[in-house]
């Protein structure tokens, strides 16, 4: 599009300019004819100018007022009247910083900069001196000379100070790489945009000339530390750029720097889809150049395929789910960035394409998007028709965004809700009043989702579902058009059982304070969906359980009325729906609870199978990568949201029969995986944030020495739906060193806090719930022992302390995150601790001995926990965990196994779940094998029956004459082990 017109100002702007003009002259008068003087001489033209811009934008007005001087030192010198010359912002600030004595005053210097310069950028843009392309440019060659011309001015003090990093194998001088991602690598930064970077170096080695030498890669990542703060401190000078350092591998949880090997290694073994799409716009900003170019096309061969790569429409389509699901969760229908038609889908569309082709077709690798869809037209991959809408529509909402940006130079995409926003937003994007500008941002946003459909939407979805016809047969139902009588006909016509509750449920449903208090629009939701529901419900084999069901769903979204068009314009959602409420309430009260659960339900293949084990954990990072590292509420919620999610998909995939119960253990402790190594990065971050790094006991710095072991359910990779956490924390630490930060504190109360701020980040209650229950009883002591143990003092307890349960305990413990080392020492601390040699009759009455206790306790007290003559009778209740014969007895039968014939057989020490466990016995020949089949299917059967019974929400207890066979065959195989 041309640019945007110069309007005349409204009334409300109209004085706004004029009392910015009046402000300013009477700055510039008290300070003197130095600059009174020089505002005098303004032009009639430029003083209408900087009326229009100060009017328009808040910040252009502040930094005038706040420093006179330095807009008319702009003013003097032509740069808010001319377009910049190739390299003279870089010329500008390399002579500002040719004398900076020190970091301080780097800082303050760049940000006097960068304020200058950012006024002379809004100037240009809401004066309509510059078009979208220069805007973006002059902001990107801003950005890029700060960050390089800083990162030499540091690198140079440093080498000074450490010497000059040398590559090990070249024997050459080193420099940091710093990569630009996003709009900055592009050359597209918008007004008030963050920066995202990544750090590299060439080659691991270390410094040399000083005397004091250093490791390349802490050299390099100090040197990153003060680039950051250089650019990103908040100082009496404001700020210079807002970095965002969560794209580089493994985003915060990974190293802040990294070698060109291990970056090329990250990338082949676990680049993801989204982070192909982010490196399309890498582009080298600061530091060794010819490094950089060499870091790019070693990284080529992952952004950009050989082949032609249709995958990647998939991986963009369910980027821009995510993405569209936060958009809703948020309430960001406004935003024109993120929201339906913003500038996200266009930037889709292109690089899907370059995504697709870019591997065969070089002239697709550009980063510029005009660029891109031109090459598009060009190369005949889209009509000229197409290229045109999509250029145009970009091009509106980009001015759009650098509107909303340039009033308070803030970080924003959303429409404003004021007033006078509203009308400056009007004012600089050329139109009349605030209705006719959104009638232009609703055309645009309205043909370039058009277009985004048609490139990148599934297939078969419906382009118009609003215009679905209601079903006409239920409506009159609905609507209460009809007397109960009919209805009632009507219903049990259909195939309901009840018809007269089902009316009564309705009506209670329509006469509800949720319904009743409903705006106009969302009753017409309410009114379009019911009638689908109870079409679709009749389909189901218990039309009347569904109801029963979905109803509660219903009434709990009722004002949130954006579910109910969710599943009206997807039918296929809504069938799901119903099919998981009817085959489990467990399932319907979640939803209930939880009605962004109902996004899952978009995709039938993504629900039915689950990610594997890396995936998901991946998955997981990247949805927290788009998280401020400050933002704790956020990154609660999204765990939260996260764990619900893959819940549901599991219990999902259990129903449909494609998930078998032992993978839907498996993929259940993954999940827990995932996200406790989530949560333990995340707690670790803040510990060490507020106090600093603790120490190990030669005086080395911990480097998340820290690991978190799981038993039980966890440990033995056997989770269920519902089930709690049993966890031992353990660190390998100097209990009285002194940690590094502001605020030190000695290591044991570190690792303390650590261990709470786990536990906290775990069971805290939030809007989306808790994300476990946790169980810390079987550490060390008890609840009587400390919260996080060094290993060596739980070695120390559990070799001379530890009860015969608690080895017990010991046998399905293995560790779930943390780190390797410390996870390698404990595996030898728990084989020694297990394999010991043990006196065999001692070991079978002290195992005996405490099943005898469980059973008496917690067994079911009618039959004496299973053992008494009236069992086996249909109408006693039968515990599938405790009674006699069930989960618990298998369960001991294998740790007593283990504890009694481990020091003969290590390998029964490798694994901590009871299936293989007892593979290990046949193995060994201390089982026999039909016996230790039995006993597997046995504990399978039990399992999948707990597993059926909670997806019921129904205790897992069944009537007595059920596992008659399998519960015989335990209790004879306890008898001949000599248990008692």
Same mark, same amino acid.
């Given at each position: ?384 028709? #197409?290229?045109?809408?999509? @250029?145009? $529509?970009? &091009?509106? =909402? ?5 509107? *909303?940006? %340039?009033? +308070? ?105 949720? #319904?009743?208090?409903?705006? @106009?629009? $969302?009753? &017409?939701? =309410? ?5 689908? *529901?109870? %079409?679709? +419900? ?110 549901? @998909? ?331």
């Amino acid at each position: 599009m041309s640019l945007p017109t110069l309007v005349a100002l409204p009334p409300s702007l109209e004085t706004l300019a004029n009392r910015a003009l009046e402000a300013f002259g009477q700055a510039v008068g008290i300070l003197g004819d130095s600059l009174a003087t020089p505002f005098s001489a303004w032009p009639q033209t430029r003083r209408a100018t900087f009326a229009r811009v100060c009017a328009n934008s808040e910040f252009v007005a502040e930094q005038a007022l706040r420093d006179p001087a330095m807009l008319l030192q702009l003013a003097d010198s032509g740069a808010l009247e001319r377009s910049l010359a190739p390299d003279e912002l870089r010329g500008e600030l390399a002579a500002l910083l040719a004398d900076c004595g020190d970091e301080e005053e780097l800082g303050r210097r760049l940000r006097r900069f960068r304020h200058r310069q950012q006024l002379r950028i809004v100037w240009r843009d809401i004066a309509r001196q510059a078009d979208l392309v220069e805007t973006c440019r002059d902001l990107s060659e801003l950005a890029d000379v700060c960050i390089d011309l800083a990162c030499h001015w540091l690198h140079t003090r440093l080498c000074a100070q450490f010497g000059t990093p040398i590559g090990r194998r070249s024997g050459r001088p080193q420099q940091l790489v710093v990569l630009g991602m996003g709009k900055l690598g592009a050359g597209e930064l918008n007004l008030s945009s963050d920066i995202d970077l990544i750090f590299a170096y060439p080659e691991g080695g270390e410094t040399a000339g000083e005397r004091r030498s250093l490791d390349n890669q802490e050299f390099f990542v100090r040197l990153g530390q003060k680039l950051i703060k250089a650019l990103d401190a908040i100082t009496v000078d404001g700020q210079a750029f807002r970095v965002d350092m969560r794209l580089r591998p493994y985003g915060s949880s990974g190293p802040l720097v990294y070698s060109f090997s291990a970056m090329e290694q990250y990338y082949q073994d676990q680049g993801r889809d989204w982070e192909r799409y982010a490196m399309i716009k890498a582009r080298v900003v600061g530091g060794d150049r010819e490094a950089g170019r060499q870091l790019l096309e070693m990284l080529q061969p992952f952004v950009y395929r050989r082949y032609l790569d249709f995958s990647a429409i998939e991986a963009l389509r369910d980027m821009k789910q995510l993405i569209r699901q936060e958009v809703r969760r948020k309430g960001m229908a406004d935003n024109v960035k993120l929201g339906a038609g913003g500038i996200r889908e266009v930037e889709f569309i292109a690089q899907v394409f370059q995504l697709i082709h870019g591997g065969r077709d070089r002239s697709l690798q550009q980063r510029p998007l005009l660029k891109v869809l031109t090459t598009l037209e060009g190369q005949g991959y889209l009509p000229p028709a #197409v290229v045109a809408e999509l @250029r145009e $529509g970009y &091009e509106f =909402l980009r001015y759009t965004e650098h509107a *909303l940006q %340039a009033i +308070a130079d803030r970080q924003t995409q959303m429409l404003p809700d004021s007033e006078l926003d509203r009308a400056r937003v009007a004012c600089m994007l050329g139109c009349a009043d605030w209705e006719a500008f959104l009638g232009r941002l609703a055309h645009w946003r309205e043909r370039v989702d058009w277009h985004f459909r048609q490139v990148i939407a599934a297939p078969g979805e419906d382009e118009a579902p609003e215009a679905r016809p209601v079903d006409t047969q239920w409506l009159p139902l609905w609507e209460s058009a009809g007397d109960e009588e009919s209805a009632c006909r009507q219903l049990a016509e259909a195939g309901f059982a009840d018809p007269q509750l089902v009316c009564q449920r309705l009506a209670v449903l329509r006469g509800g304070t949720q #319904v009743r208090s409903m705006q @106009r629009l $969302g009753r &017409e939701r =309410l009114d379009a969906f019911i009638p689908q *529901l109870l %079409a679709l +419900a009749v389909e189901q084999g218990d039309p009347d359980l569904v109801l029963e069901r979905v109803l509660p769903l219903v009434e709990a979204v009722a004002r949130r009325s954006a579910y109910l068009v969710l599943l009206t314009e997807n039918p296929g959602a809504l069938q799901r729906l119903l099919v998981l409420c009817a085959a489990s309430p467990w399932i319907a009260e979640q939803i209930a609870r939880f009605p962004l659960l109902l996004d899952q339900l978009l995709n039938e293949e993504r629900l039915y199978s689950p990610p594997q084990e890396a995936e998901l954990a991946a998955e997981l990072r990247e949805l927290l990568l788009r998280i401020p590292e400050d933002d704790l509420e956020q990154q609660m919620e999204a765990l939260r949201h996260f764990k619900l999610a893959h819940r549901l @998909r599991v219990a999902a995939s259990e129903i449909a029969g494609t998930l078998p119960l032992m993978k839907v253990s498996d993929y259940l402790t993954w999940l827990a995986e995932a996200i406790l190594e989530q949560v333990l990065n995340l707690a670790w971050r803040q510990m060490v944030a507020r106090h600093g790094t603790p120490r190990r006991s030669d005086g080395s710095p911990c480097d998340l020495d820290f690991i978190i072991v799981g038993y039980g359910k966890v440990g033995g990779i056997e989770l269920g739906h519902g089930s709690d956490l049993d966890l031992v924390f353990i660190h390998d630490g100097d209990p009285q060193a002194e940690t590094d930060g502001v605020k030190p504190i000695d290591g044991a109360q570190f690792f303390t806090r650590l261990g709470q701020r786990i536990v906290h980040l775990l069971t805290a209650q939030t809007p989306s719930g808790q994300l476990y229950e946790v169980d810390m009883r079987l550490r060390p002591s008890g609840n009587a022992g400390l919260l996080v143990s060094s290993l060596g003092a739980f070695q120390r307890y559990q070799e001379h302390e530890a009860w015969t349960w608690e080895h017990q305990a010991l046998v399905r413990a293995r560790v779930l995150v943390g780190s390797p080392r410390l996870a390698a020492d404990f595996a030898r601390v728990r084989t020694r601790v297990l394999a010991r040699p043990r006196e065999l009759d001692g070991l079978r009455r002290e195992v005996g001995d405490m099943r005898a206790k469980m059973r008496a306790n917690l067994g079911t007290g009618l039959t004496a926990a299973g053992t008494a003559e009236n069992a086996f009778e249909a109408a006693a209740p039968f515990n599938l965990k405790q009674d006699a014969g069930g989960i618990v007895d298998i369960e001991f039968m294998v740790q007593y196994a283990a504890l009694a014939w481990s020091h003969q057989h290590p390998e029964l020490l490798r694994y901590t779940d009871n299936i293989r466990i007892l593979d290990g016995l046949a193995q060994a020949g201390l089982l026999p094998c039909d016996e230790v089949r039995l006993l597997q299917e046995a504990y399978k059967a039990y399992r999948a029956a707990a597993h059926r019974l909670a997806l019921q929400k129904q205790p897992g207890v069944v009537g007595g004459d059920q596992f008659q066979d399998e519960r015989r065959a335990v209790m004879r195989i306890w008898r001949e082990l000599g248990l008692s």
